[in-house]
Nanobody, 114 residues
């Protein structure tokens, strides 16, 4: 079992920045992929960014150049630095841990509005 706790969401103006964090605890596999997904009202959950244990990152086209995913393996933590935020980035952001099975965090709300 793996537990994920996200933090760092909030309300920000367009053009602003936020940093999300997700801490994993429990039985952590040596080989895992962690990532951030988001779900806006009335839309399906979509991948934002993923990162392997050796920090190979993958991004959705809509966030390339604005968001940066990183991880600290010693702390079992993954981060999402979000810059140049747009109203279209408004969503609940979920952390996911994958190592055979998938585990999800409870989600953190990000609202981009003036």
């Amino acid at each position: 079992q793996v537990q994920l706790v996200e933090s760092g969401g909030g309300l920000v103006q367009p053009g602003g920045s936020l940093r999300l964090s997700c801490v994993a605890s429990g039985i952590i596999s040596r080989f895992n992929v962690m990532g951030w997904y988001r779900q806006a009202p009335g839309r399906q959950r979509e991948m934002v960014a993923t990162i392997t244990k050796v920090s190979i990152a993958n991004y959705a086209d809509s966030v390339k150049g604005r968001f940066t995913i990183s991880r600290d393996n010693a702390k079992n933590t993954v981060y999402l630095q979000m810059n140049s935020l747009e109203p279209e980035d408004t969503a609940v952001y979920y952390c996911r841990y994958s190592a055979g099975d998938n585990y999800w965090g409870q989600g953190t709300q990000v609202t981009v509005s003036s």
